[in-house]
């Protein structure tokens, strides 16, 4: 398919790897040819790179599948997933990102597959942490500024309002 048909958030394959279309800017410089800029992330390990091309090369198109995943447990650096249908799946820690950061029970993943693989997650853009660490705000505190950082319960480390206390639900 021709470049100038794809749109953000299209699958790419370039070089034999799979690449997010995160944001395309079309150019043209005086009596020069068109120009398409794509800003592009690597699904395997969170590489963004720019890439220019010609509106009129062909790229290849890929058919991604998105399905509701579960989380079970991790191990090491290693994160397991189930589907509906009971098929495991795994991912490390080096193709999550930071979004291994954020998983926890009962949270509803989406799943990206590509033939049948799962190559990456999203997670909800709202989901609910306990706060299980947070320094007291002392007074003057809002002198510098009016955050703090906080450890949620899946171990990643937040900026958080001063008012957050340990053992609170933050979204």
């Given at each position: 398919?021709?470049a100038?048909?794809?749109?953000?958030?299209?699958f790419?394959?370039i070089n034999g790897?799979?690449?997010?279309i995160?944001?395309?800017?079309?150019?043209?410089?005086?009596r020069?040819?068109?120009?398409?800029?794509?800003h592009?992330?690597?699904?395997?390990?969170n590489?963004?790179?720019?890439k220019?091309?010609?509106?009129?090369?062909?790229?290849?198109?890929?058919?991604?599948e998105?399905?509701?995943?579960?989380?079970?447990?991790?191990?090491k650096?290693?994160?397991?997933?189930?589907?509906?249908n009971n098929k495991?799946?795994?991912?490390?820690?080096?193709e999550?990102?930071?979004?291994s950061?954020?998983?926890k029970?009962?949270?509803d993943?989406?799943?990206?597959f590509y033939e049948?693989n799962?190559?990456?997650?999203e997670?909800?853009?709202?989901?609910?942490?306990k706060?299980?660490y947070?320094?007291?705000?002392?007074k003057?505190d809002?002198?510098?500024?009016?955050?703090?950082?906080v450890t949620?319960?899946?171990?990643?480390?937040?900026s958080?309002?001063l008012?957050?206390?340990?053992?609170?639900?933050?979204?």
């Amino acid at each position: 398919m021709k470049a100038k048909y794809f749109k953000v958030g299209d699958f790419v394959k370039i070089n034999g790897e799979i690449w997010r279309i995160l944001k395309i800017v079309h150019t043209h410089k005086g009596r020069g040819k068109a120009e398409m800029e794509l800003h592009l992330k690597n699904l395997k390990n969170n590489n963004f790179i720019t890439k220019i091309i010609n509106p009129e090369e062909d790229l290849e198109e890929l058919e991604i599948e998105k399905r509701p995943i579960k989380f079970l447990y991790s191990k090491k650096d290693k994160f397991y997933f189930v589907d509906e249908n009971n098929k495991k799946y795994e991912m490390s820690i080096e193709e999550l990102g930071d979004k291994s950061k954020f998983i926890k029970k009962d949270l509803d993943i989406t799943g990206i597959f590509y033939e049948n693989n799962l190559i990456n997650i999203e997670l909800p853009i709202k989901a609910v942490y306990k706060v299980i660490y947070a320094p007291p705000g002392l007074k003057g505190d809002s002198e510098k500024s009016n955050y703090k950082i906080v450890t949620i319960e899946t171990g990643a480390e937040i900026s958080v309002p001063l008012f957050i206390k340990e053992g609170e639900l933050i979204v």
